[in-house]
C-alpha cells in the first residue's frame, strides 16, 4: 500500500473494536472489519476471509476428551475472554446466547498469553480464532476442542461506506488485506 500510496496515512484505531459500525458511519474510520454485519443499507460488505473460534481446556480438564463442545459444556466453567461487553464475544453471541446457557464465571484478561497461563493451570476454559492459537498450540498442556459439532465459523468482512465504495486506495487496501489473510 505504501508504494502505491505513499501520501496515505494507515492507522489502527483499537478504541473502535467494540463498536466499529458506528465508527465508520460516524466517518471515524474508512474501513471497519467485521465478523458481524448489521443490516445498515449505507454500508456495503466484502467478505476477506473465514476462521474457526476453538475452545482450549487445559489437558486434565474433563471437557479434554471431547471431540466438540456443547453449550451445556461451559455452564459449570469460568470462560475466560479478552475483554467486556459480552456481546462481542463470539462464543457467547453466536453459540451460548441463543441456547441460553451462561458460565459459571466470566473473567476478562486482555492479554492472551496470560489468559492461556490461567487456562494451563485449569482456572478457566477460553476461546480463540485458530489464527490467534498457531503460535500457543505446542503447549502440551493445552487441548483444543471444537465448539458445536460444526464448529463455530465466521466470516469477516471489510465494512466500507457506499459513498466510499468506489474510492481506488480504499479498494486497493481491501484487496491487500485479502491477499494477506488468504495465504
Known amino acids: ?60 480438564n474433563g471437557l479434554a476428551h471431547k471431540k466438540y463442545l456443547n453449550a451445556t459444556d461451559f455452564s459449570d466453567q469460568t470462560l475466560i475472554i479478552h475483554s467486556y461487553p459480552m456481546e462481542t464475544i463470539t462464543v457467547y453471541q453466536h453459540f451460548l446466547k441463543d441456547q441460553k446457557v451462561h458460565p459459571k464465571n466470566i473473567i476478562a484478561i486482555p492479554l492472551t498469553e496470560v489468559a492461556l497461563e490461567m487456562v494451563k ?46 474510492k481506488k486506495h480504499i479498494l486497493d487496501f481491501i484487496e491487500n488485506f485479502k491477499e494477506l489473510t488468504n495465504r
Open 1 to 60: 500500500m505504501y508504494i502505491l500510496y505513499p501520501n496515505l496515512e494507515i492507522k489502527i484505531i483499537i478504541e473502535a473494536t467494540h463498536k466499529p459500525l458506528e465508527k465508520l458511519l460516524a466517518n471515524e474510520l474508512d474501513v471497519a472489519i467485521t465478523s458481524d454485519p448489521a443490516s445498515d443499507k449505507s454500508i456495503k460488505y466484502v467478505e476477506l476471509f473465514k476462521d474457526e473460534v476453538i475452545a482450549i481446556v487445559q489437558k486434565e
Open 121 to 166: 493451570s485449569d482456572r478457566g476454559i477460553m476461546t480463540l480464532p485458530g489464527w490467534a492459537l498457531r503460535p500457543f498450540v505446542s503447549s502440551p498442556d493445552l487441548q483444543q476442542i471444537k465448539i458445536g459439532q460444526k464448529g463455530l465459523i465466521r466470516i469477516h468482512y471489510a465494512a466500507i461506506r457506499h459513498e466510499d465504495a468506489k
